[in-house]
């Protein structure tokens, strides 16, 4: 089969295609003598293995080492170990990403608990504070602690009055 019905089949791109074999993951391919793809039955099922595999989480160097050249014969132990390995890192991401949601809803929680009296400045010194345990000092600078670029604008705006 050419590469557009191998696409239309697979519901992938030519150039995803290409991809593929360029990075030595579909090795079935025949050239014609004018230079076209010729795909067999089994890249099909290589395809759809390849975008089942990404979609789980694995590297196309992972999806390279497990994948046999022929697919009636698999190393049964290796893949079930990779396999077990792509879980485990899941797992972690998982709780990785769980302990960054707890932290996030806390800290929208704080933000929303603004008092009335304060502004958003001391609002963000609080919630900083509660963050990093300690209290956090004003980054304003005293009037007489204005920067060279502060001065300079204070005197256009005097000059330009």
């Keep these: ?53 990404q979609k789980a989480g694995f590297s196309l160097e992972e999806i390279r080492t497990l994948m046999p050249s ?17 879980v485990a890192d899941i797992e972690a991401l998982e709780t990785r990403l769980a302990a960054s949601k707890a932290q996030l809803v806390t800290l ?14 001391a609002n963000a010194r609080r919630v900083l504070a509660n963050i ?7 980054r304003r600078p005293a009037p007489d602690e204005a920067g060279p670029r502060r001065k300079a604008g204070a005197r256009r705006s005097a000059r330009a009055g």
């Design 132 to 138: 990093l345990g300690r209290e956090v000092e004003s």
């Design 70 to 86: 022929d697919l009636e014969r698999w190393q049964h132990a290796e893949l079930v170990e990779a396999l077990r390995r792509k």
């Design 1 to 53: 089969m050419n590469i557009g019905e191998l696409a239309k089949r697979t519901g992938l791109t030519s150039s995803r295609i290409r991809f593929y074999e360029s990075a030595g993951l579909l090795t079935a391919v025949e050239r014609r003598p004018n230079g076209y793809r010729t795909y067999p039955q089994q890249a099909v099922l290589v395809l759809e293995l390849i975008a089942t595999a």
């Design 108 to 121: 929208i929680a704080d933000i929303e608990a603004k008092p009335d009296d304060i502004d958003c400045a």
